[in-house]
């Protein structure tokens, strides 16, 4: 599981590294059954849309066995331990369902922005994994990077509470061309299973969902132990508070979940 | 400039046919210039979004030369010709910007059912042509087709008025699931220049633009003589009534403009 040295001179330029394929189609179609029981769930942790299909659950690796797995997957895991140079434990768990029609924008922004802002995390010592639970293509509101972006520390940006149903720290127009003019803009699509790692710093958005299809994304950020959120403004179950290093599961444990769900259903 | 036996099967079952860098990248450098200065105008054909950007420019091909030049070029009337079994004129010409930001959506649509609602076209013996201005990619907010669905007639469509700053007769969602179940969703991406050629009744729509790039595409329109339009609701400049046949200029039309505006800075 660990990057080799030219992955790891493409993610110090770029600011990602993105693994088509990563999990396998089983695995996928595991995790998406899982986001499918979680949105039906009547929690404090699943935002909706203003339409009311789910927008994103918060922590579902405390409440989902599937997601539990993957929090801990050795896929995810070791190459953020290997980058970030030491243990690390889950800052936040977000699955993002950008619903078929409904899903709404992210506007521009760098988590850490908010992460600093919001939570005093110390230092961008912290990373974000996305793994594709949908295929996702440029019909379906897929993620867009500014290469290069995660470069500069944390850009000056304003707090916006009113665009869409999750307050954020967005980054203005101008600033945003400013670093698309040198990084340029892209948007990484591939099947469902394919997996983003990508800087906290780097700045991301994503367009509304118009397509027929859905697009659901599990975002981990994972942060060094030492580098730990040292306010507690927001909910505990949006910004965790247990910073207990991560130990890393086998390889199979997803294989291992799915075996057990077939016997059980024999 | 004739499709093959291949293109024409392709664009029965699908209906639509993508031609990447059709156009060279001069002549679509020639077009975005010529695009930018019609939007500088200060013209009623000229449709600006909410924000003051310029969203559509009607008709620019009778107030600006490379237009009027792209309107007659042979490889976009010639294999409009070809399928349509004849002459054909031009109904509609376009050049829409969606600009970086501020670009709005369209929802999913078939251009015949306005053609037939509004304008009185006896039937789909029409085409549309899109050439892009602009590399479009996954990030720009690319078109979105739904292959196969120009099979399907005229579907039914309620008039969306309040959405965008356009009129538009649009789909319904279970409509646009049921079609995309069968079908799929593609988003076409290249390079500025090239071509993308769809059937009337090809339901399509777009996202919006947040990206930092433009992605400025033209829409030409070309309707088989004898299908010209019956009813004169709509503006002259947005559903023509100039029904003469065109006829194809040389090949090197833009090329030989290009050179023209060199030697005229000489």
Redesign the interface.
Same mark, same amino acid.
């Given at each position: 599981m660990q990057l080799t040295d030219h992955q790891l001179i493409d993610f110090d330029k770029n600011g990602y590294l993105f693994f088509p394929g990563k999990f396998s189609p089983d695995e996928a179609t595991l995790l998406k059954q899982e986001a499918e029981a979680v949105y039906a769930m009547d929690r404090k942790e699943v935002w909706r849309e203003s339409s009311g299909v789910a927008r994103t659950a918060f922590a579902a690796h405390r409440y989902n066995e599937g997601f539990r797995r993957l929090g801990a997957h050795p896929r995810l895991i070791e190459p953020v331990e290997q980058v970030l140079d030491g243990s690390v434990y889950m800052h936040q768990f977000k699955v993002n369902a950008k619903a078929?029609?409904d899903g709404d +924008?992210w506007?521009?922004h760098q988590d850490y922005g908010t992460w600093k802002r919001d939570d005093e995390m110390p230092e961008p010592r912290a990373m974000n994994i996305a793994v594709f639970l949908d295929d996702v !293509? =440029?019909?379906?509101?897929?993620l867009?990077f500014?290469p290069g972006s995660h470069k500069l520390g944390v850009v000056e940006a304003g707090h916006d509470l009113e665009t869409t149903s999750y307050p954020l720290w967005t980054l203005g127009?101008d600033k +945003?061309?400013e670093?698309?003019e040198r990084g340029g803009? +892209?948007?990484p !699509?591939g099947p469902a299973g394919s997996m983003l790692m990508f800087s906290s710093l780097l700045v991301h958005?994503s367009? =509304?969902?118009?397509?027929?299809?859905d697009r659901t994304i599990v975002y981990l950020s994972l942060c060094h132990v030492d580098n730990h959120i040292r306010a507690f403004n927001r909910e505990e179950w949006i910004a965790h508070r247990e910073f207990k290093a991560i130990e890393a599961m086998d390889d199979n444990c997803l294989m291992e979940l799915i075996a057990e769900r077939r016997q059980a259903a024999e």
């Amino acid at each position: 599981m660990q990057l080799t040295d030219h992955q790891l001179i493409d993610f110090d330029k770029n600011g990602y590294l993105f693994f088509p394929g990563k999990f396998s189609p089983d695995e996928a179609t595991l995790l998406k059954q899982e986001a499918e029981a979680v949105y039906a769930m009547d929690r404090k942790e699943v935002w909706r849309e203003s339409s009311g299909v789910a927008r994103t659950a918060f922590a579902a690796h405390r409440y989902n066995e599937g997601f539990r797995r993957l929090g801990a997957h050795p896929r995810l895991i070791e190459p953020v331990e290997q980058v970030l140079d030491g243990s690390v434990y889950m800052h936040q768990f977000k699955v993002n369902a950008k619903a078929a029609f409904d899903g709404d +924008v992210w506007q521009w922004h760098q988590d850490y922005g908010t992460w600093k802002r919001d939570d005093e995390m110390p230092e961008p010592r912290a990373m974000n994994i996305a793994v594709f639970l949908d295929d996702v !293509t =440029a019909a379906n509101g897929p993620l867009l990077f500014i290469p290069g972006s995660h470069k500069l520390g944390v850009v000056e940006a304003g707090h916006d509470l009113e665009t869409t149903s999750y307050p954020l720290w967005t980054l203005g127009r101008d600033k +945003v061309s400013e670093l698309a003019e040198r990084g340029g803009c +892209v948007a990484p !699509t591939g099947p469902a299973g394919s997996m983003l790692m990508f800087s906290s710093l780097l700045v991301h958005a994503s367009p =509304a969902n118009i397509s027929p299809f859905d697009r659901t994304i599990v975002y981990l950020s994972l942060c060094h132990v030492d580098n730990h959120i040292r306010a507690f403004n927001r909910e505990e179950w949006i910004a965790h508070r247990e910073f207990k290093a991560i130990e890393a599961m086998d390889d199979n444990c997803l294989m291992e979940l799915i075996a057990e769900r077939r016997q059980a259903a024999e």
